[in-house]
Structure formats: C-alpha cells, structure tokens
C-alpha cells in the first residue's frame, strides 16, 4: 500500500524542483487536452513555448514577453512579500483596476495640457490608487476581524463596476463618437508611457518590474522587516514574542502589494493599452498569484515565472489564431500550472512510501 509519511523538515529539493514538474505536467495534461479538441498536441505545444521565441515572427513577440511579464513580475512581486507573512491578497485585480483608473484620471482631468511632471504625477497617483484599495481589508482585518481574502476577492467586482462605469461615463471620451472608453493615452505626449528602446517592449513598467524584484529581494533577504514577515508567518506566536504587530505587518503587507498592483495598472493604461475601456487588459492580478507560487515566492524565482506565463499569454494567442484553440482552452492550459503546483507541492512535506518499506 502506498502511503504518505511526513518529512520531519520540508524537503529544500522539492521545493525547487516542484515548479520545474508542475510545468511538464501542464504540458502533457495540455497536450491531451488539445487531442481532445482535435488539434496536434505537438504543434500546439510548440506553437505556445518554442515559436514566440524562435518561430517565424519571433522578433515581435520577443518584445512583447516583456510587455506581457512586466505588470506579472510586479504585482507578484508585492503579493509575495504578504503570502510569506501569511496574508493573503486575492484582489490585487481589483488593485491593478484602481491604480490605472487613479493615475488615468490626472491626465485626463488636465487635458490636452502638457507638463514633464504630469507622468511622474500619475504614478504616485496610481500607486496610491492601488494602495489606497488594498486598505479596505486590511483596516477592515484589524479593526474587525474580517477575512482579508474575502473582502480583497470581493473588491475586484466593485473595481471591476467602477471601471465599467468610468468608461461609460465620467472618463468617455467625448469625441469618441458616442463610442465607450476615455481618450487614448497614446496620443497624450506627456501621460504616454512609450518603449524605451525600440522593439523590445521595454517602457517604464517593464523597468519598474525590475526594480520591484531587487527591491523585494533585498527587502526579505538583507533587511530586519524581511526576517519579521518570515517569522511572521512562519511562527506568528513567536513572531509576537519577537516585537511583530500583526496589525502593522497586514497594512505593510497590504498596502505594498495593492501599491505594487496600481503601479502595474498605471503602466498599462499609458503604455500597452492606452485608454480606459470596461476591461482594459485586465486578468493580471489574477495571474499574477500563479506567478508568486511558481517562483516559489522568492524574487528571482517570481522574474523567471513571470516570463514563462507572459509566453503561454503570447504562445496561447498565436495558437488561438494559428491553430484555431478556444480561448477558454487556453485559460485552462494556464490554469493547470496553478493546478499541479498545489498538486505536486505536497511532496515538500511528504514522501512516498509503501507500506512496510521504504520507496
């Protein structure tokens, strides 16, 4: 009989190999799944991990790996921070939403104004937009105890409204012909967040994504703050013996990742997307929490996981076109990494045995 024995130490292997078989399993369980559907499993694998790179028109969707991973590696970056602590921001959606509706309407408010200090202005705003929405459940959390998972979870679909309501009203452009959306950023010299460097993707966000990734590496590994979320959550009854507020750790842990997620959304809506629309490249923040788990939560881990699932985004809408896959199948592809992460997780507490001898 096969059974599951407890490690008396998590196993440092698996959890670092864990990541590595989630993402061959995606592909095997994805290859069934697009056999099912009548399409080669082979030519949809490869049209979603090996053309975006090295296919025909790999010049282009190389520059867009870093359009798509930028606003993941960010907001992933602030949700870990909060996981390790054990607080856990399901809404950083609803935060992205917020930042990029915030920042969007400085610009729009001054329109067709120009100033140097109007984009730098957008961002403070789009961060605060972001934080200021993350502190709903964390205030609520303290002050009542509620589930910070629920109240986040909920306030995407009121962020979501909002943005429903910001297109079809107060932000609509109003020579857009009677047509929903603001004003396209794009064409907003100073609220316009272009590449940096032609053809790569790379603009404001992509290197702010970055920064997010050394500053939350230097933060969780060189600094007292970062010892106290590990202890945190690691230990919250020593972490109290140990001076931790756990009020103050869920407005920091809160407060980092809703900013972290309003910055993602502030860059996306100057840059990629341009314009307010009822759903604006929306779905990042939702993502963005496969991505803290398959890097493991840690920062190097989080960047490398971030590009792997901006290339199923890029990868999944040339098989779209390419080979005609739903959407929704898609959808489940990516979903599946998420899936057999948790799945194949265990094996950092547990180990395989048979019964009556070792495995």
Same mark, same amino acid.
């Given at each position: 009989?096969?059974? @599951?024995? $407890?490690?008396?130490?998590?196993?440092?292997?698996?959890?670092?190999?864990?990541?590595?078989?989630?993402?061959?399993?995606?592909?095997?369980?994805?290859?069934?799944?697009? *056999?099912?559907?009548? $399409?080669?499993?082979?030519?949809?694998?490869?049209?979603?991990?090996?053309?975006?790179?090295?296919?025909?028109?790999?010049?282009?969707?190389?520059?867009?790996?870093?359009?798509?991973?930028?606003?993941?590696?960010?907001?992933?970056?602030?949700?870990?921070?909060?996981?390790?602590?054990?607080?856990?921001?399901?809404?950083?959606?609803?935060?992205?939403?917020?930042?990029? @509706?915030?920042?969007?309407?400085?610009?729009?408010?001054?329109?067709?104004?120009?100033?140097?200090?109007?984009?730098?202005?957008?961002?403070?705003?789009?961060?605060?937009?972001?934080?200021?929405?993350?502190?709903?459940?964390?205030?609520?959390?303290?002050?009542?105890?509620?589930?910070?998972?629920?109240?986040?979870?909920?306030?995407?679909?009121?962020?979501?409204?909002?943005?429903?309501?910001?297109?079809?009203?107060?932000? $609509?452009?109003?020579?857009?012909?009677?047509?929903?959306?603001?004003?396209?950023?794009?064409?907003?010299?100073?609220?316009?967040?272009?590449?940096?460097?032609?053809?790569?993707?790379?603009?404001?966000?992509?290197?702010?994504?970055?920064?997010?990734?050394?500053?939350?590496?230097?933060?969780?590994?060189?600094?007292? *703050?970062?010892?106290?979320? $590990?202890? *945190?959550?690691?230990?919250?009854?020593?972490?109290?013996?140990?001076?931790?507020?756990?009020?103050?750790?869920?407005?920091?842990?809160?407060?980092?990742?809703?900013?972290?997620?309003?910055?993602?959304?502030?860059?996306?809506?100057?840059?990629?997307?341009?314009?307010?629309?009822?759903?604006?490249?929306?779905?990042?923040?939702?993502?963005?929490?496969?991505?803290?788990?398959?890097?493991?939560?840690?920062?190097?881990?989080?960047?490398?996981?971030?590009?792997?699932?901006?290339?199923?985004?890029?990868?999944?809408?040339?098989?779209?076109?390419?080979?005609? @896959?739903?959407?929704?199948?898609?959808?489940?592809?990516?979903?599946?990494?998420?899936?057999?992460?948790?799945?194949?997780?265990?094996?950092?507490?547990?180990?395989?045995?048979?019964?009556?001898?070792?495995?």
């Amino acid at each position: 009989m096969i059974v @599951l024995v $407890k490690r008396p130490t998590p196993s440092a292997f698996w959890a670092w190999v864990t990541p590595l078989v989630a993402v061959i399993a995606t592909m095997i369980a994805g290859g069934v799944l697009f *056999a099912a559907l009548g $399409k080669n499993p082979l030519d949809a694998i490869r049209t979603i991990f090996w053309n975006p790179l090295f296919g025909p028109n790999a010049g282009y969707f190389r520059g867009q790996l870093l359009v798509k991973a930028g606003p993941l590696i960010m907001i992933a970056s602030g949700l870990a921070v909060g996981f390790r602590a054990g607080i856990w921001n399901i809404g950083a959606e609803g935060q992205y939403i917020m930042g990029a @509706l915030a920042g969007a309407s400085v610009a729009l408010a001054i329109y067709p104004a120009e100033s140097v200090w109007l984009f730098p202005t957008m961002v403070i705003v789009g961060a605060l937009g972001g934080w200021a929405w993350a502190m709903i459940p964390a205030v609520l959390k303290n002050r009542f105890g509620t589930s910070e998972i629920l109240v986040s979870l909920m306030l995407v679909y009121v962020a979501q409204n909002l943005l429903a309501y910001a297109a079809f009203g107060p932000l $609509k452009n109003p020579q857009g012909l009677g047509f929903p959306g603001s004003r396209n950023l794009q064409q907003y010299t100073s609220a316009y967040n272009p590449e940096l460097i032609a053809r790569t993707g790379m603009h404001w966000g992509v290197v702010a994504a970055f920064i997010a990734v050394i500053a939350t590496y230097v933060l969780m590994s060189r600094h007292i *703050a970062g010892f106290r979320i $590990k202890v *945190a959550g690691d230990a919250p009854k020593a972490a109290r013996f140990a001076g931790v507020v756990p009020a103050r750790m869920v407005m920091f842990c809160l407060g980092l990742s809703g900013a972290l997620a309003g910055l993602a959304g502030l860059f996306e809506v100057t840059g990629p997307s341009g314009q307010i629309t009822e759903n604006f490249n929306t779905g990042y923040g939702f993502t963005a929490i496969i991505v803290a788990f398959l890097g493991r939560l840690h920062p190097i881990g989080i960047l490398l996981a971030g590009l792997i699932m901006a290339l199923t985004y890029i990868g999944g809408d040339s098989a779209q076109l390419s080979l005609g @896959l739903p959407a929704a199948a898609i959808q489940v592809f990516q979903a599946m990494l998420l899936f057999f992460l948790l799945g194949f997780d265990f094996l950092t507490n547990y180990r395989i045995e048979l019964k009556g001898a070792r495995a």
